[in-house]
């Protein structure tokens, strides 16, 4: 049975960046794994990751909704650019777990997805997002299903939180499988 070390950080956000991009290019190299998936809403997360893990295999960018560029942070172009000129995969679509809610909401309804992303929270704000990225990504073609995925996202902006997980399309999501947590906040 192999021991595997998980980084616990005492706080979230974005100082935890380069240590969780680090285990996360250390367990890649362990594994074999050459997909990575990363959260970003700016850009700033994608473009390091693509640095550090782009030379192990291929690496997608997951931003928010357009919807959300209004409520939250749009992301910034000009790193989108250098982040896609370094080959990353940039992903900007409908959440896996928002989609059409606000119909059941209007009529006082908790629906299924928003009792998914609770669920999720209480790992970790990052381990909802790792799962979503990896919904999304699947359902848009750019993962190689029969590999598993490292993914990484973070709780407000950077990175706190990696993953290696067995991805799933978002019509079977609870096939989606989380193998190891390589970081988390405490």
Known sequence: MPTVTTLLFDKPGPDNTEATLQAVL???????????????STGRTALRAAEVLGPQGRVVAVTHSAAHWGQWTA??????????????????????????NFLLEKQGDLPPTRVMTYTLFTFCQGMKVCVECALMAADAGLLDMEQEVLCVAGTEAGADTAVVLRAAYGNRAFDLRVREIIAKPR
């Open 75 to 100: 992301p910034d172009p000009d790193l989108l650019a250098r982040t896609r000129a370094r080959g990353v995969t940039v992903l900007t679509c409908t959440h896996a777990f928002g989609g059409l």
């Open 26 to 40: 250390s367990r890649a190299q362990t594994l074999g794994i050459s997909q990575f998936l990363v959260a970003s």
